[in-house]
């Protein structure tokens, strides 16, 4: 999954950053509202984990600010991505408002690292209509573990042919369009062009070959993964 962790503390967000990244997560950070409604804009996410104390920007003299600002932003413009609110708040109130807001789950401090990341799968499960164990032929995506196998044995991965399939895989038969798995797959200063996309495809059909699923290319669409005929 490609996250969006927007948090002011900067030893909790270093910490979190490097749990989700050891994961197998992509992970992008905020440490206040500007750079938060900036990255939620430019980027499309399958999660977002929102504090909602953090300062206005980068400059201490805007004081602080309410991370559902982005929130309600992002639901203006018809954004849907799944946001699990993190905060010291723990007000009845308070949680009334971020879920009124359009959060879709609410976790608050202190809390364990492996709960944040089961429930980012929950919320995305529900979102995209997935399970955690799907397979396609005899290849099997595992979300929970991050494992991908054939039959009985695991199909060992580089990170970024794994997230394509990940992608495909969200669910199987759905296309994904080009820019979307570019999107997913870019780092925020560099983005992926069309060959190295078009070449991590390539690769994978190679490793999927008689595994009984196929990536099929719809021109000028994108791609899916589909039991082969």
Known sequence: MRILLVEDDDVLRQVMQSSLCDAGHRVDTAAHLADARHWWRVQPYDAVLLDLNIPASADPRQGMASGLVALREARARG?????????ARNRTEERIEGLDAG????????FELGEVEARLRALVRRSQGTDD???VGSLLLDRKARRISLGNEDLELPAREFEVLWELFTPPGRVVSERELSEKLSDSDEALGDNALEAFISRLRK???GSGAGIRTLRGIGYLIERDK
């Open 79 to 87: 954004d849907r991505t799944p946001v699990l609110v993190l905060t």
């Open 133 to 135: 164990r799907v397979n």
């Open 103 to 110: 959060a879709d789950d609410y976790l608050g401090k202190p």
């Open 207 to 209: 490793k999927l070959a």
